[in-house]
């Protein structure tokens, strides 16, 4: 499927192919090959002189809005899928450019030339198709909201499709504004344009104090939802457009990040003032903004509710025998990386640039068929993988934490142990592996990688889960002829179950911007929050995710396994399982960052070392050896906010520093 945007800055993709290709490590997740809106645009670049004097010209200035949407599938310029806990990324210059965000996690931010610098642009071009920051973005939002609603310009526009285009770009531009709102704090609003004839000193904007911003932002998408159709009609043609549902999900989520310790009653920043001595930060903390996040969530599920968003269920195809272990494993892997399933919200369909790399980031391990000797293959140099601390992340199989668990010992979980054969379908059945593996929760196996586990895949030869495909990562076995990611598991979970491992084929899907779960977790979150105790709605929404994961409600299993059985029972506690739900739910979705940010709890999480197995042994007993990659370092309070590029405050004296930096 080719991307306008190929035809636009072709210099631009073909290097950025060849920097792909020769970096190998691009997790970059596309839409479906059904044609998109994002895929209409003509060749030539649309201008301001042209752009508004005939419906066709104006679209093209519509899909420049959209080009500005950063490449949030693409790990080597997302932060939240690299910087996180949650993977790891080999540090290897052949590999991966040293400029990106892979060294974000490794201390290489810095205020000369910042990593991912939203505010300016990519230091190398690529941060999204035009390889602009997003102030930038927002001039052309603005340029295009100013023509389009004058009803002189673009006659043969009908009032109903220029009042949608006008939802739209007031979605993108909010949404501009809430990436950098959630990287910098305080930022200017740009509302309207500054002329061009403006005296300098009205062209030197200032930082706005973060309640006005959330304010602003909140208003727009508000403004933005009352023209927003309610669904995508056109699904052949139109899917990846924004909805009401969409702007009323961010509203959502801008509102609850508000709410959230970074941003209400923090006093690390309460110094923080602006140029004229406005204080940026409010330190008084306000359980208003929990409410009013409450609010906005609820009003987000309802329309999605309406539209029929669902959790997403997995239905075992015809001619196929299926466990009901594997498909409750499919029901969590699909509900990310089935294309345009119906839990997706919003799904970003920027284009197949680097999907081919994306495997080679994953990559496939080496492969057996229990009936077929000396099986298998691999594919690619996978060089980012998800962590130890993020495998013991996940429940047993009693849906509580492996170190609450009063029925199960996970205190040695390098010890060695060999898979039976009612683990058959988790593990493969005779073979050895660490006690880590056994008796966890679906979603671990699901969504985790790990060495000799069953990876169930729709080319299945047996047409079922039995005798199917198992990963084996050991040094030395058949296949290993190319690297396994350092911490030798593989992020299952964003792997579509249609890719065949022999052709090399696979079925591309649009990416997760946000999907029903985030929304649930994120408005029990916000009831939790808002009261003195947790309601029955806070346990019913997470319920509602464990319940598609295969777990027991949060009542049952703590109260009848967890040696906190009264955690779930107050406020504190049910916050530590929300936050807990979060990381199991959306990991690898480029969420955990972002949350660890706005709950000030980076400074723990994002500190220590970073560790997985031996990927150079060849028996069980040296590869279950946990090795340290890297030590990791959060500078607190400085990291939670990103740093403004020195030229910046040097070419705009009305902006001020992030603190600390």
């Keep these: 499927m080719n991307h306008p945007f190929n035809k636009k800055y072709k210099g631009l993709t073909t290097k950025r192919l060849r920097l792909f290709a020769a970096m190998l490590v691009t997790v970059s997740i596309a839409a479906s090959c059904t044609k998109k809106f994002l895929d209409v645009v003509p060749d030539n670049v649309a201008t301001v002189d042209n752009a508004f004097t005939s419906k066709s010209e ?18 080597t310029y997302n932060p939240g899928l690299t910087a996180s806990d949650e993977t790891w990324i080999e540090d290897n210059e052949i590999h991966i450019r040293s400029t990106n965000v892979a060294q974000l996690p490794r201390g290489g931010q810095n205020t000369s030339d910042p990593i991912i610098n939203y ?22 939002c603005n340029v295009f909201l100013e023509n389009i609603s004058d009803l002189k310009k673009v006659p043969d526009l009908d009032i109903d499709t220029r009042q949608r285009w006008i939802g739209e770009t007031k979605f ?20 309207k344009n500054i002329p061009i004839s403006a005296p300098l000193s009205e062209t030197q904007v200032k930082r706005q104090a973060v309640d006005s911003v959330v304010n602003y932002i909140s208003d727009l998408l508000d403004s933005a939802a009352a023209t927003l159709p309610a669904s995508i009609a056109n699904t052949a043609s139109e899917l990846g457009r924004i909805t009401q549902p969409i702007a009323l999900s961010l509203k959502a989520k801008l509102l609850v990040y508000a709410a959230s310790p970074l941003f209400n009653g923090n006093p690390d920043f309460a110094t923080l003032q602006g140029k004229g001595g406005q204080s940026l930060f409010n330190s008084t903390y306000s359980a208003d903004k929990w ?4 609010t906005a969530c609820k009003a987000a599920i309802d329309a999605c509710t309406a539209q029929g968003i669902s959790l997403y269920t997995f ?32 799904g970003l369909t920027h284009t197949n640039l680097g999907f081919n790399a994306f495997f080679q980031a994953i990559g496939g391990g080496a492969f057996d068929r229990t009936y077929i000797q000396n099986g298998g293959i691999t594919y ?102 190319s690297p396994i990611p350092i911490t030798t598991m593989y992020m299952k979970k964003v792997l579509n179950w249609h890719f065949d491992w022999n052709t090399r084929l696979y079925l591309v899907y649009p990416y997760p911007m946000i999907r029903l779960a985030d929304l649930y977790l994120l408005y029990a979150e916000a009831l939790n929050e808002s009261g003195n105790a947790p309601s029955a709605d806070v346990y019913t929404y997470v319920n509602l995710i464990r319940a598609r994961a295969g777990l027991t409600t949060v009542q049952n299993a703590w109260s ?65 050896r946990e090795l340290t990659f890297y030590t990791r370092r959060f500078v607190a309070p400085r990291d939670y906010l990103w740093p403004l590029q020195d030229n910046d405050l040097l070419n705009n004296p009305n902006l001020v520093q992030n603190p600390n930096w």
């Design 380 to 481: 690619g140099n996978a060089l980012m993988g998800p962590t130890l601390k993020m495998a013991r992340l996940f429940y047993t199989q009693n849906g509580v934490p492996i170190d609450e668990d009063k029925t199960l010992d996970f205190s040695n979980y390098s010890a060695l142990r060999v898979a039976t054969h009612g683990e058959r379908f988790n593990i493969k059945e005779g073979e050895t592996t660490a006690r880590l593996n056994f008796e966890r929760e679906p979603r671990f196996y699901a969504n985790i990688g790990f060495d000799r586990c069953i990876w169930y895949m729709a080319n299945s030869p047996s047409h079922s889960d039995e005798n199917t495909f198992y990963l084996f990562c050991r040094a030395g076995e058949f296949g290993q002829n």
């Design 172 to 191: 993108l531009k909010a949404y501009y504004h809430f990436v950098l709102f959630r990287a910098y704090g305080p930022i200017p609003v740009v509302d």
């Design 560 to 624: 009848t396994y967890s040696n906190n059985p009264t955690k779930y029972t107050t406020k504190a506690g049910m916050r530590s399982i929300i936050q807990r739900e979060r990381a199991i739910e959306l990991c690898f979705e480029g969420q955990r960052y972002w949350d660890l940010l706005r709950w000030k709890t980076a400074a723990q999480e994002l500190a220590g070392n970073v560790t997985g197995w031996d990927r150079t042994a060849k028996t069980p007993d040296l590869f279950y």
């Design 58 to 75: 104006a679209e093209k200035y519509l899909v420049t809005c959209y080009s500005y949407l950063p490449y949030e599938e693409d790990p």
């Design 119 to 140: 505010w300016d642009g990519s230091r190398d071009g690529a941060l999204n198709s035009n390889g602009n920051g997003m102030f930038r973005a927002i001039r052309d």
């Design 315 to 346: 239905q075992t195809p015809a001619g196929t025998t299926l466990t009901d272990t594997t498909v409750k494993q499919m029901s969590i892997r699909n509900a990310m990386s089935e294309p345009w399933n119906s839990e997706l919200i919003w």
């Design 291 to 294: 409410q009013r996040a409450a």
